[in-house]
Structures are given as C-alpha cells and as structure tokens.
C-alpha cells in the first residue's frame, strides 16, 4: 500500500505486482470538520480483502482521524466496502447517486 501526499489530497494506493488495483483520495473540505473520499477498486476479481484494506486505510488516514464525519463516494454495488465501514462505524447513512453511492460516516466515539 502507497500513501502520496499532495497539498490538498492524499491518495492511497494498493498494487499487485506493480498494478494498482484499488485508489481513495483523501482531501478536506470547505465545511470545518467534514472529510472527503473518494474510492475505487478494479472490477473483476481482487486479492481477498483489497476492498477492506481500502478502507481501513481510510478510516485509519491522519485527516480522517480529526474530522467528525466523512462523505465517501465508492462504487454503488461495492458491498464489500460499505460492510466494512459498518463494521468500523456505527452511524451510517447511504443514497445511490448513479452508479456511485454517496456514503456519511459520523466520527464520533463509536467507531475504533
């Protein structure tokens, strides 16, 4: 796993063989408290728990740790993804936008 910082966004990559496979971009927002992240894994099949591993990252992700919500975009039929985040977090709104679904993520107290 790759992480590579900009000024403004961070973007975390797995690769397979020198392939990336699965990419988020972390970056702030213009509303205090509030992160964004965008999430993509390649269709097909992946190394078990690329997709977790993604998040994780995510979550785990020094700016995420600070704000107290996150708005992520991932793939609308991406299950593997929106488990973990439940896994890890327990207020947890979807809404389908697309082929995308936008998922908001409470950082409070309740998630580890």
Do not use: N
């Not at 593997?80 to 697309?98: A, D, N, S």
């Amino acid at each position: 796993m790759t992480l590579i910082e900009g000024q403004d966004v961070s973007t975390i990559r797995i690769e397979v063989d020198g392939h990336m496979i699965a990419t988020a971009e972390v970056h702030r927002t213009d509303r205090p408290g509030v992160v964004h992240s965008d999430l993509h894994a390649d269709s097909g099949p992946l190394p078990r728990g690329t997709r977790t591993r993604l998040v994780d990252a995510v979550l785990d992700h020094p700016e995420v740790h600070h704000a107290r919500s996150l708005l992520a975009t991932m793939p609308l039929g991406d299950t593997e993804m929106l488990q973990r985040v439940r896994q890890r977090c327990t207020v947890v709104e979807t809404r389908p936008t697309g082929a995308t679904k936008i998922v908001e993520v409470s950082l409070g107290p309740d998630r580890d």
